[in-house]
T-cell receptor, first 113, second 112 residues
Framework: DAKTTQPPSMDCAEGRAANLPCNHS???????VYWYRQIHSQGPQYIIH???NNETNEMASLIITEDRKSSTLILPHATLRDTAVYYC??????????????FGKGTKLSVIP | DSGVTQTPKHLITATGQRVTLRCSPR?????VYWYQQSLDQGLQFLIQ???????AKGNILERFSAQQFPDLHSELNLSSLELGDSALYFC???????????FGPGTRLTVL
């Protein structure tokens, strides 16, 4: 699976949009971009995923560049509860609900009041 | 609440011992994944089972083994424990056609 590069930490003011970048320049055509987050020592939580189109759900938006070498996760109105480590992961879906997540160090997002 | 349950929540044991961690996936999910999170190694994928069969292996030590039972719950067995095995162990499950993994609350293992 392709490797990803994320900034180690970011701050965001409460109520503002948080934009978390991720580079995955070696991504191949059948690999998806996934975002998970981990709040303190809880189990990681799925946020969103995409292949090449931009995606939006109730939690966030995912913007993938046309060449697919980078992406940005957008939390539109960050709250204090969004303080967490955010992981960008590239993985190939191998069917029947199977894919393996290789977690890097992620980005520690701190939402400031 | 993800729907994935793990027991026990905490486990304290001594070096050389053997422990079993248990995971119950979300209802209907056929895939179960095990992950280890330690301070120095981060979150690492250990092993995946799909409908009772081993599907993929990650950085799992030979001292560790897992299985998935007919009712789809899974157990992770850790033997000859060492201090470095102290970590959070997470189980996750996913369903067929579903790209999302649902993680349990984890088991915190402390080896003294």
């Amino acid at each position: 699976d392709a490797k990803t590069t994320q900034p180690p930490s970011m701050d965001c003011a409460e109520g503002r949009a948080a934009n978390l970048p991720c580079n995955h320049s070696t991504i191949s055509g059948n690999e998806y971009v996934y975002w998970y987050r981990q709040i303190h020592s809880q189990g990681p939580q799925y946020i969103i995923h995409g292949l090449k189109n931009n995606e939006t759900n109730e939690m966030a938006s995912l913007i993938i560049t046309e060449d697919r070498k980078s992406s940005t996760l957008i939390l539109p109105h960050a709250t204090l509860r969004d303080t967490a480590v955010y992981y960008c992961i590239v993985s190939r879906y191998s069917g029947a609900g199977s894919y393996q997540l290789t977690f890097g160090k992620g980005t520690k997002l701190s939402v400031i009041p | 609440d993800s729907g994935v349950t793990q027991t026990p929540k905490h486990l304290i044991t001594a070096t050389g011992q053997r422990v079993t961690l248990r995971c119950s996936p979300r209802s209907g999910d056929l895939s179960v994944y095990w992950y280890q999170q330690s301070l120095d190694q981060g979150l690492q994928f250990l092993i995946q089972y799909y409908n009772g069969e081993e599907r993929a292996k990650g950085n799992i030590l030979e001292r560790f083994s897992a299985q998935q039972f007919p009712d789809l719950h899974s157990e992770l067995n850790l033997s000859s424990l060492e201090l470095g095995d102290s970590a959070l162990y997470f189980c996750a499950s996913s369903g067929t056609g579903n790209n999302e993994q649902f993680f349990g609350p984890g088991t915190r293992l402390t080896v003294l």
